[in-house]
């Protein structure tokens, strides 16, 4: 079974370019979560999908970010326009029903790097 | 949320049985501890979750004294493949498992030949 998959593995950009990030979770999975870790800090949550919509979005940090999960399967983090404290590794996790309580799938990571 | 305190580096050697304990004093009644591991340049792998007293997987082996304002994560006889960030979490358990986690900061653990 394949598992999370995240793209691209890296990006570099400058402030105030576009970057956007996709996730495909485990095929199945109706939960999708977001998370990211900036320099020197915790791995923070962002917001958590259950198929196409919304159920928490508590963690994003301003309306520079944008997700979006269109049919219930991948999903986009789009940071439009970058800026520096942007810079971090984006996690992107899912969970289906078979899933062991608080046991979510990771994928590798994106490591953003605004410059 | 209750807050959980981990050690932040542990050294131990191949063949050994390690343990990391993780203290959370503010633990809810309803809530699950739960530890991930993360290797670099990869993304946190759950390892284990229980309630109270003893789990016990192929992986490890979760201890949870009945107070549960401590656990205890045993992982016998580590191999240099099992240095990671090892994370204690704990948290509620919702409708099923569609719930955020929140991760401090882990304990480095390093495995020496």
């Known amino acids: 079974e394949a598992g999370v998959t995240q793209f691209p593995s890296h990006s570099v950009i400058e402030k105030g370019q576009t970057v956007t990030l996709r996730c495909d979770p485990i095929?199945?999975?109706?939960?999708l979560y977001w998370y990211r870790r900036v320099m020197g800090k915790e791995i923070k949550f962002l917001l958590h999908?259950?198929?196409?919509?919304?159920?928490?979005e508590s963690g994003m940090p301003n309306n520079r970010f944008l997700a979006e999960r269109t049919g219930g399967t991948y999903s986009t983090l789009k940071v439009q326009p970058a800026e520096l404290e942007d810079s971090g590794v984006y996690f992107c996790?899912?969970?289906?029903?078979?899933?062991?309580?608080?046991?979510?799938?990771f994928g590798p990571g994106t490591r953003l790097t605004v410059l | 949320l209750a807050k959980t305190t981990q050690p932040i580096s542990m050294d131990s050697y191949e063949g050994q049985e390690v343990n990391i304990t993780c203290s959370h004093n503010?633990?809810?009644?309803?809530?699950?501890i739960t530890w991930y591991q993360q290797f670099p340049s990869q993304g946190p792998r759950f390892i284990i979750q229980?309630?109270?007293t003893k789990v016990t997987n192929e992986v490890a082996s979760l201890f949870i004294p009945a107070d549960r304002k401590s656990s205890t994560l045993s992982l016998p006889r580590v191999s240099l493949s099992d240095t990671a960030v090892y994370y204690c979490?704990?948290?509620?358990?919702?409708?099923?498992?569609?719930?955020?986690?929140?991760f401090g900061s882990g304990t480095q653990l390093t495995v020496l030949p």
């Open positions: 996790a899912s969970s289906g029903a078979m899933s062991s309580y608080n046991e979510q799938f």
């Open positions: 229980g309630y109270k």
């Open positions: 979490l704990v948290g509620a358990i919702s409708s099923g498992s569609a719930r955020q986690l929140t």
């Open positions: 095929s199945g999975h109706d939960n």
């Open positions: 999908f259950v198929k196409e919509s919304k159920q928490d």
């Open positions: 503010n633990i809810a009644t309803n809530d699950y």
